[in-house]
């Protein structure tokens, strides 16, 4: 039995061997009563670890493909004892490639989103060409971290000895640090208990121990969109297949909710204030929607706030986890946006139950997250420092959003729109349909200029008029003259008529 892998792909290998043996059975190249090789020799032969094929021989186990028998080995189960038309996996929930399709249409469509996403990318590299004026930046402007502060923070956190940071700590995350942010939580969002946080590396660790999670209980994974690929990147990694819901400037579209009214367990991940790449919170309406639907529907809301902390001003819309309480709620976040990636610290905030579920699982992962970052973290909160941080960083990001929404006004023609964030530093801009966001960012680079198309911003590569424009780590001068080189490119594609733009998505696999 010849099995070949492709270990670039985003398929979990485990995932690539157990769909290739199925393959095997429904073409009838494996019958029943066949032997297959030792996990050790398959392993050897494949050039994986034991753990992955075990992995892929449970699925299968499951579903009724094999049987093992101890001392003689795993063999391929008579025809009358399963059907192993399709595999219906235990410990996860239904998803477009447990639904009854072959594995090939199902690993096709996998190609097929994997295929287009590499495109993009490469595309993209583009957009590293020395000299351009890059509106493509997610992270902070690294001067907007005060000279010194690191260092001063440092200092303080070994002041009380370096014994706490020796040892691999709590896999919670250290005590002081889940107090420090229960007490921030309470002055500026939220009602919660130190139990009812865990530190992870970053909040996409936080997500990454929620795919996992999902695996075990058995929940379909929905994710709104347009959004920020890296979350629906981690549930694919774990064998996810993601199903998504469009979204507006005001949040998730009913009618597109309307496909989940079935009852299945789901996770439900959305950012309910200033959205990734919109820039937008989510209406009162679509939030109480969005709340009485999961009530309805058995299922748990991720709230992604990273960027809660830089609201520019006080009137932050109600939180998901107040609203619907810390049992069917989840609420991540991390130090990242406001104050620096290279910390990596971030968190994960829901009941004291599932805290307690997760524990074990990011035991496995990493231990724990390094106790020396933890450390800083306490002092930049305990000292004060992290909010007069805010205060600088907020009104740093006001001017370049307001330097960027007065060029855009000035500069793009009229039929082209964008949001207008209270916070930030992205925002979300419309062309004309028919116009595609992939040929202006060519005749953009051309002209100096760089952004990110929509199609980078969606799993199934939709939004192809619309583009993600980060202005935070652009000084005012270059945003003004970077947009007026944008809207010369924009009035070049514009003068052409509009049309099928070449690329349109792939749908929602219905």
Same mark, same amino acid.
């Given at each position: 039995?010849?099995?070949?892998?492709?270990?670039?792909?985003?398929? %979990?290998?485990?995932?690539q061997?157990?769909?290739a043996?199925?393959?095997?059975?429904?073409?009838?190249?494996?019958?029943?009563?066949?032997?297959?090789?030792?996990?050790?020799?398959?392993?050897?032969?494949?050039?994986v670890?034991?753990?992955?094929?075990?992995?892929?021989?449970?699925?299968?186990?499951?579903?009724g493909?094999?049987?093992?028998?101890?001392?003689?080995?795993?063999?391929?189960?008579?025809?009358?004892?399963?059907?192993?038309?399709?595999?219906?996996?235990?410990?996860r929930?239904?998803?477009?490639?447990?639904? !009854?399709?072959?594995?090939?249409?199902?690993?096709?469509?996998?190609?097929?989103?994997?295929?287009?996403?590499?495109?993009?990318?490469?595309?993209?590299?583009?957009?590293?060409?020395?000299?351009?004026?890059?509106?493509?930046?997610?992270?902070?402007?690294?001067?907007?971290?005060?000279?010194?502060?690191?260092?001063?923070?440092?200092?303080?956190?070994l002041?009380?000895?370096?014994?706490?940071?020796?040892?691999?700590?709590?896999?919670?995350?250290?005590?002081?640090?889940?107090?420090?942010?229960?007490?921030?939580?309470?002055?500026?969002?939220?009602?919660v208990?130190?139990?009812?946080?865990?530190?992870?590396?970053?909040?996409?660790q936080?997500?990454?121990?929620?795919?996992?999670?999902?695996?075990?209980?058995?929940?379909?994974?929905?994710c709104?969109?347009?959004?920020?690929?890296?979350?629906?990147?981690?549930?694919?990694?774990?064998?996810?297949?993601?199903e998504?819901?469009?979204?507006?400037?005001?949040?998730?579209?009913?009618?597109?909710?309307?496909?989940?009214?079935?009852?299945?367990?789901?996770?439900?991940?959305?950012?309910p204030?200033?959205?990734?790449?919109?820039?937008?919170?989510?209406s009162?309406?679509?939030r109480?929607?969005?709340?009485?639907?999961?009530?309805?529907?058995?299922?748990?809301?991720?709230?992604?706030?990273?960027?809660?902390?830089?609201?520019?001003?006080?009137?932050?819309?109600p939180?998901?986890?107040?609203?619907?309480?810390?049992?069917?709620?989840?609420?991540i976040?991390?130090?990242?946006?406001?104050?620096?990636?290279g910390?990596r610290?971030?968190?994960?905030?829901?009941?004291?139950e599932?805290?307690?579920?997760?524990?074990?699982?990011?035991?496995?992962?990493?231990?724990?997250?390094?106790?020396?970052?933890?450390?800083?973290?306490?002092?930049?909160?305990?000292?004060?420092?992290?909010?007069?941080?805010?205060?600088?960083?907020?009104?740093?990001?006001?001017?370049?959003?307001?330097?960027?929404?007065?060029?855009?006004?000035r500069f793009?023609? %009229?039929?082209?729109?964008?949001?207008?964030?209270?916070?930030?530093?992205?925002?979300?801009?419309?062309?004309?349909?028919?116009?595609?966001?992939?040929?202006?960012?060519?005749?953009a680079?051309?002209?100096?200029?760089?952004f990110?198309?929509? !199609?980078?911003?969606?799993?199934?590569?939709?939004?192809?008029?619309?583009?993600?424009?980060?202005?935070?780590d652009? !000084?005012?001068?270059h945003?003004?003259?970077?947009?007026?080189?944008l809207?010369?490119?924009?009035?070049?594609?514009?003068?052409?008529?509009?049309?099928?733009?070449?690329?349109?998505?792939l749908?929602?696999?219905?």
């Amino acid at each position: 039995m010849e099995i070949s892998i492709e270990r670039d792909s985003e398929i %979990p290998l485990y995932v690539q061997i157990r769909d290739a043996i199925q393959a095997e059975i429904q073409a009838e190249r494996l019958r029943a009563g066949d032997r297959l090789p030792t996990v050790t020799a398959l392993a050897k032969q494949i050039g994986v670890t034991q753990a992955t094929i075990r992995r892929a021989f449970e699925d299968l186990s499951n579903a009724g493909c094999l049987e093992s028998h101890v001392g003689r080995g795993t063999f391929i189960r008579q025809p009358d004892a399963a059907d192993s038309s399709t595999i219906n996996h235990a410990r996860r929930a239904p998803r477009f490639s447990d639904v !009854p399709q072959t594995p090939e249409a199902a690993l096709a469509a996998r190609r097929l989103r994997m295929g287009i996403s590499r495109s993009l990318h490469e595309l993209m590299a583009l957009a590293k060409r020395p000299g351009l004026i890059r509106f493509t930046s997610g992270t902070p402007a690294p001067e907007t971290v005060q000279d010194g502060l690191l260092q001063q923070l440092v200092g303080q956190a070994l002041q009380a000895g370096q014994r706490q940071y020796i040892d691999y700590g709590d896999p919670a995350g250290i005590p002081e640090l889940r107090a420090e942010l229960a007490q921030y939580f309470q002055a500026h969002q939220f009602q919660v208990a130190p139990e009812q946080i865990l530190i992870t590396n970053g909040s996409q660790q936080a997500v990454a121990l929620l795919a996992q999670a999902a695996l075990e209980n058995q929940q379909r994974i929905i994710c709104e969109t347009p959004n920020y690929r890296g979350i629906t990147d981690v549930f694919g990694a774990f064998g996810h297949w993601v199903e998504t819901v469009v979204r507006d400037a005001d949040g998730p579209i009913p009618e597109r909710l309307e496909r989940f009214a079935d009852g299945v367990p789901s996770l439900f991940y959305c950012v309910p204030e200033l959205h990734n790449p919109m820039g937008t919170d989510l209406s009162p309406e679509r939030r109480n929607m969005l709340c009485e639907w999961a009530n309805d529907q058995n299922t748990l809301l991720v709230a992604d706030q990273i960027f809660h902390d830089l609201r520019f001003d006080d009137d932050s819309p109600p939180d998901l986890l107040t609203a619907m309480g810390a049992r069917q709620t989840v609420v991540i976040g991390s130090l990242s946006k406001a104050f620096m990636c290279g910390l990596r610290v971030g968190w994960l905030v829901s009941s004291a139950e599932r805290i307690r579920s997760l524990i074990p699982l990011k035991r496995v992962i990493d231990i724990a997250c390094p106790p020396l970052m933890q450390g800083i973290a306490v002092e930049l909160l305990r000292s004060g420092e992290y909010d007069r941080h805010l205060q600088q960083v907020r009104q740093q990001y006001r001017a370049r959003r307001d330097a960027a929404l007065s060029a855009l006004q000035r500069f793009m023609p %009229p039929d082209v729109t964008w949001t207008t964030p209270q916070g930030g530093f992205q925002m979300w801009v419309e062309l004309p349909e028919g116009y595609s966001s992939i040929s202006l960012f060519l005749l953009a680079i051309e002209r100096g200029v760089a952004f990110i198309p929509g !199609p980078l911003q969606d799993i199934n590569h939709r939004f192809t008029h619309a583009f993600r424009f980060c202005y935070g780590d652009v !000084p005012v001068e270059h945003i003004v003259e970077g947009v007026e080189l944008l809207a010369d490119a924009v009035r070049e594609l514009l003068r052409g008529a509009p049309g099928d733009s070449g690329l349109s998505g792939l749908g929602d696999f219905q």
